[in-house]
């Protein structure tokens, strides 16, 4: 399994191509879930070619079925407020050894993206689950983000242990999300991670290169960061 923290993410270069981020709640047949909301809103915003993927994910769900955005873009300050708290919670509970710089950073990127490489900071990625007509979340075997609450074993994407509707429901996310559907990848460690553009992407994919890297939150109607065809460390 290749983490974020992997050396390979980082030696990919970021050929920017200034898109600008869009809002989710815009998005036909897109809901936003409020449950992550930030003062600034970034929450709600995604790269345009990102949400352009969401929209065709939706379209080949079911009758009924819809797909709910949890998170989109998220500020480096905040990535590395998230990075650091789960640090201290792997030292606190003494499954890292004080001291194993290499180690705690390996078992923290399992659930949490380093700073330099993060694809949320990119507006590249999104955390989403399924929904049905009435709104609410399909059985899926495990909460989004159910690191926190101490639920590790039901995130990855093929934990065991599931029911039979749970399967069913994030193989149907796969279907739709994945390389057969609208072409982003899974964080495999989280079942409800899913990015296209950024570094960990082009690793996967083959790409040469990122197309998306760090973008303002405010970058709503602009371009990205980096001008069109820059190339980002």
């Keep these: 399994m290749i983490l974020l ?32 909301r930030d003062a600034a809103g970034a929450y709600g915003r995604v790269r345009r070619g990102v949400g352009e993927r969401l929209c065709l994910a939706a379209r080949q769900l079911p009758d009924g079925i819809g797909i709910a955005v949890v998170e989109g873009h998220r500020e480096p300050a905040e990535q590395a407020r998230r ?7 792997l030292l606190a509970s003494g499954s890292v050894a004080p001291g194993d710089a290499a180690e ?42 159910g690191h926190r609450t101490g639920d590790e074993a039901s995130c990855p994407m093929a934990a065991g242990g599931l029911s039979a509707t749970a399967r069913r429901n994030r193989a149907l996310l796969a279907e ?30 083959g790409a040469p290169a990122a197309v998306y890297g ?19 460390p």
């Design 214 to 232: 760090p973008v303002g939150a405010d970058d709503a109607q602009g371009e990205g960061r980096g001008p069109a065809g820059a190339v980002l």
């Design 176 to 205: 739709v999300l994945g390389a057969a559907g609208a072409g982003l990848v899974n964080y495999p460690t989280e079942w409800w991670h899913w990015s296209y553009g950024d570094r960990y992407w082009a690793l996967m994919t």
């Design 104 to 145: 705690l950073r390996l078992r923290t990127s399992v659930f949490v993206s380093p700073v330099e490489v993060a694809p949320h900071c990119a507006g590249a990625a999104v955390d989403v689950t399924l929904v049905g007509p009435d709104g609410y979340e399909l059985d899926m075997g495990g909460a989004v983000n």
């Design 83 to 89: 990075f650091a708290r789960y640090e201290n919670q």
């Design 5 to 36: 923290s992997d050396p390979r993410v980082a030696a990919l270069p970021v050929h920017e191509c200034g898109e600008p981020l869009v809002e989710v709640g815009t998005l036909p047949g897109i809901r936003l879930d409020p449950r992550e």
